[in-house]
């Protein structure tokens, strides 16, 4: 079974660029994580996709982040204009179903950085 | 705010040393309880996880972590560690009142001496 796909897998922009990051989720997962990790710290979820609507974006900065899932299959995640501290790795994670008792497969990640 | 800690950022161990790592969180009512591990170079994925039951939970490579509800706690441990345990460490805390949210702690690396 092919695991969660992310790219691409590193990017270096200079502040106030814009950046996209695409997740192609395990085939049939309906539940999509959008994850920001700092270094140094624990993920922080950005953003739950449940097929292809909103079920979480309490976190996602809507000034500068956003995120769809238009066909409830794969996902971009979008940064614009990035700020220095925008700086981190940015994940994402998927489930087969809804709710918390479905392990979270996750991908390798996008590191960001912001120069 | 919901909140985890995690009560040591790097552990340094000898192969065949004991682990406990430690982690609490800081919401009342019902949790579900994760531990996360990061191996180098290597995708986030599940060790072991508490929903019910028994507060005492095995998990995969002879981790076990015990949930104490008192001390809003569930710490991670093995017996005796090996070189390839050498990654890092995540508690992540789901609390009912809060819907799907996941909260991840800060993390605790651990390295492994050969």
């Known amino acids: 079974e092919a695991g969660v796909a992310q790219s691409p897998r590193y990017k270096i922009i200079e502040k106030r660029q814009s950046v996209a990051f695409w997740c192609n989720p395990i085939?049939?997962?309906?539940?999509l994580y959008w994850y920001q990790q700092i270094l140094g710290q624990g993920p922080k979820l950005l953003i739950q996709?449940?097929?292809?609507?909103?079920?979480?974006d309490s976190q996602l900065p809507k000034d500068r982040f956003s995120a769809e899932r238009l066909k409830g299959v794969d996902s971009t995640l979008k940064i614009q204009p990035a700020k220095l501290e925008d700086s981190a790795v940015y994940l994402c994670?998927?489930?087969?179903?809804?709710?918390?008792?479905?392990?979270?497969?996750f991908g390798p990640g996008t590191r960001l950085t912001v120069l | 705010a919901q909140s985890v800690s995690q009560h040591n950022h790097h552990v340094i161990l000898s192969e065949a040393a004991s682990l406990e790592l430690g982690c609490n969180y800081s919401?009342?009512?019902?949790?579900?309880l994760f531990w996360y591990v990061q191996y180098p170079g290597q995708h986030l994925q599940l060790l072991l996880k508490?929903?019910?039951?028994?507060?005492l939970v095995k998990g995969i490579k002879g981790f076990e972590a015990e949930f104490i509800k008192s001390k809003f706690s569930f710490n991670l441990r093995k017996p005796s560690v090996q070189w390839s345990d050498t990654a890092e460490y995540f508690c992540?805390?789901?609390?009912?009142?809060?819907?799907?949210?996941?909260?991840f702690g800060p993390g605790t690396r651990l390295s492994v001496l050969p």
């Open positions: 994670a998927s489930t087969p179903g809804q709710g918390i008792y479905n392990e979270q497969f």
């Open positions: 085939s049939g997962h309906a539940t």
């Open positions: 996709f449940q097929n292809n609507g909103v079920v979480d």
């Open positions: 919401y009342g009512g019902t949790v579900n």
């Open positions: 508490y929903f019910s039951g028994d507060p």
């Open positions: 992540a805390v789901n609390a009912e009142n809060y819907g799907q949210n996941f909260v």
